[in-house]
């Protein structure tokens, strides 16, 4: 047992009325107590609990006076206890005796006492005694054979009858530390097994539990009843984000799912052998479920607002199923392959009735199939009673469209039928019967009931065998023209076009006539003498008119726009309209293009060499008039001269008109002139 004694002022002093520290004079050596750094404190050199037995010696010299004695941990400026007592009234002091009792929190603290008293009380000194009470106090105190030798930190133990030495146990602070083996006893055993201390312990006996932690794994391992030492926590090296399973009996680590907090991914481990499922939910037989109130089995909840920054997305999908490739080792056959399936509508149990069923419902939106830069999209109907099946797919489409069914039901006998805007209406199917190859049309309104028309297409060609008529107008064509309105700004409206554009090809061999349009003429024939004034075989009303607003510059009943025009009977012509090409003022070399025109006229500005082309060929004749003004001003070079009249060259007017009639029968290679000089 430690003891330290302190003692105080001697002599008769007088205590004021304030707190006062008690004065310490001296310490005993190897007590186990210190003096503190700071003035009458002092240190315990030990934790644990402490008993303290304190004398002093006072007195009152009028009246018997109360006062107070404190312990103080003054490093924590905290009250440790204070205990009260009273001086009595005369002239010599008496001794007084208090005991505290209390476990230090620290070695390093010091502590003080202080007296607190009443006015006139007196002392003359006193004394403190220390006990600490641990286990090498008290085997000293009640006659052990020894303490020691010991460590700093560790807990105490009986190493021998009466003999205190180290244990297993280390205390520092707030922590103690086994070195070795726990164990718990009772009607089941448990050991707690340091790895280091314990790697070789053996395996636990029959009703028995141990424990310990491998360090070269990282991990807590156990062993009950006799059994082996395994896992206890099971966590194994893991990747981040990825979700634990049981990878063994006792063992946790990675699953196939990655959790990122913002999108949750299945990357599926790939087998080789079974027939795996990459992910697969069994519905419970669920019973007395809420009345009235669906009950949905597997709620894909995308019903929210997505936004993206600024920026075109080409396709955006919220939920997309990726096709498989399925493979073989060799060469196999999978009857029916599908990305999607479901098995069927919901079928009826007991007390059920549906009014309703659909193995799929798109509750509202629009159902695409397909995609308009990899496939189209197609329905695929399978039959109940065979392995047959029906295919609708769109077709290549110029533009999107719409078709909208019928709100009713059609009656027997009806087809679909379109408007032309996409809208669908039901129809009679026709009747009737037909020839092969004639283009049939509705002879009866009333079905409708098809027949023959007087149009043949036999794919080569469309040919019509008008009907005979034997009264009234017949017409074998008639083609009205509709009064177009707001037609499209600057762009030709044709009203009949024969596109005869394109290279007919025949096999080798000379063809001595070829038309491409042939009108072939009519006979007319009347029952008994009459006059036809005028006939025709093709006739034209006119030139086009003028409507509101319009004006033509070039106005033709018939235009042949290039090559030429060949006529074999006659030709009866009330006038004659001619191209003029009017060249203005000529200098230099010249080309008349007579395609642009038979009447030229000119003004010599200086001298050049004159050439004609696209005259008629050999065996036709050209003629092209030069209506000439200031020609003898300069010298006129002709490419090809003509032949002028008594062959002499004519001296053309140099300030005034002349004009020049060139014919040409052989393609331009002999010109024949007649000319006019100084007309006015």
């Known amino acids: 047992m430690s003891y330290g004694v302190l003692y105080g002022q001697t002599g008769l002093n007088k205590i004021p009325l304030s ?44 009246n018997d006076t109360p006062f107070t004695i404190e312990l103080w941990d003054v490093t924590a400026n905290a009250l440790i206890q204070a205990r ?89 602070g707030t922590t103690i530390t086994v070195a070795g083996a726990v164990a718990v006893a009772g009607a089941n055993n ?40 395994h896992d206890l926590t099971g966590v194994a090296t893991g990747t981040v984000n990825r979700l634990s399973k049981f990878t063994a009996a006792n063992n946790v680590g990675d699953s196939s799912v ?26 419970a037989a669920h019973t007395t479920l809420a009345a009235g109130t669906e009950c949905i089995d597997v709620n894909v909840n995308l019903a929210r607002t997505v936004q993206f920054a600024t920026g075109a997305i080409a396709t955006q999908r919220a939920f997309v199923v990726q096709a498989p490739s399925y493979a073989f080792a060799a060469g196999s056959v999978v009857t029916t392959a599908a990305t999607f399936a479901v098995t069927g509508a919901p079928a009826t149990g007991l007390n059920a009735t549906f009014t309703n069923t659909y193995a799929a419902w798109i509750q509202s939106g629009a159902l695409a199939l397909g ?70 049309k509705i002879t009866n309104t009333t079905g409708p009931v098809y027949g023959d028309s007087t149009l043949t297409d036999v794919g ?12 009234g107008t017949p017409h074998a064509w008639t083609l009205t023209a509709a009064a177009h309105t707001t037609l499209a700004a600057g762009v030709e409206a044709t009203d009949v076009n024969f596109n005869l554009a394109r290279t007919v090809q025949w096999a080798t061999g000379g063809i001595t006539t070829q038309r491409a349009f042939r009108i072939q003429n009519p006979t007319y024939a009347f029952a008994a003498g009459s006059t036809i004034t005028t006939a025709a075989t093709l006739a034209i009303d006119g030139a086009p008119q003028l409507g509101l607003n319009a004006a033509i510059t070039n106005p033709y009943a ?9 006529l074999d009977g006659l030709l009866g012509i009330h006038q004659v309209i001619e191209s003029v090409n009017a060249k203005g003022a000529c200098t230099g070399n010249q080309t008349f293009n007579l395609t642009l025109g038979n009447v030229v006229t000119a003004t010599l500005t200086g001298a050049g060499i004159w050439t004609i082309t696209n005259p008629a060929p050999s065996g036709k004749s050209s003629t092209v008039t030069f209506i000439l003004t200031n020609a003898g001003a300069f010298v006129i070079t002709w490419a090809v001269v003509p032949k002028w009249p008594g062959g002499i060259p004519p001296v053309f007017t140099a300030a005034g008109t002349d004009v020049v009639i060139l014919t040409t029968t052989d393609g331009g290679t002999t010109w024949y002139a007649s000319v006019s000089l100084n007309l006015r």
């Open 190 to 229: 448990a050991t707690f097994v340091n790895y280091t201390d314990g790697q070789n312990v053996a395996v636990s006996a029959a009703n028995e539990g141990r424990m310990r932690y491998n360090t070269a794994l990282q991990t807590f391992e156990v062993t009950e009843n006799g059994g082996a030492w």
């Open 84 to 172: 009260t007592g009273t001086a009595p009234q005369q002239s010599w002091g008496s001794d007084m005796y208090f005991g505290f009792e209390w476990t230090n929190a620290s070695i390093a603290h010091e502590y003080a006492f202080y007296i607190t008293p009443n006015v006139n009380i007196s002392y003359s000194g006193f004394a403190l005694l220390l006990q600490n009470l641990n286990f090498r106090a008290v085997v000293q105190e009640f006659g052990g054979a020894g303490v020691g030798p010991g460590t700093v930190g560790k807990i105490a133990k009986f190493t021998a009858v009466n003999v205190i030495g180290d244990s297993i146990m280390t205390e520092a």
């Open 558 to 566: 018939l235009w042949v726009e290039s090559g030429q025009t060949q």
């Open 371 to 440: 995609t308009s830069t990899a496939a189209a999209g197609a329905m695929v109907w399978l039959n109940a009673t065979n392995t047959n099946t029906l295919t609708i797919s769109s077709g290549v489409t110029a533009a999107t469209h719409t078709w909208t069914l019928p709100v009713a039901q059609g009656a027997a006998s009806t087809f679909l039928q379109n408007n032309g805007a996409g809208v669908l209406s039901w129809a009679y199917a026709a009747t009737g019967s037909g020839t092969v190859n004639v283009i049939s």
């Open 460 to 471: 080569t060609g469309i040919t019509q065998l008008q009907t005979v008529a034997t009264s």
């Open 258 to 283: 990655t959790d990122t907090g913002i999108a949750v991914s299945v990357a599926q481990t790939v087998a080789t052998s079974g027939s795996p499922a990459l992910l697969t939910l069994t519905g």
């Open 19 to 62: 707190r006062t520290k008690l004065t310490v004079d001296s310490i005993v050596a190897g007590s186990g107590i210190v003096a503190g750094a700071t003035p009458s404190t002092f240190t315990v050199g030990q934790l644990g609990l402490h008993q303290i037995d304190f004398d002093i010696n006072v007195n009152s010299p009028t």
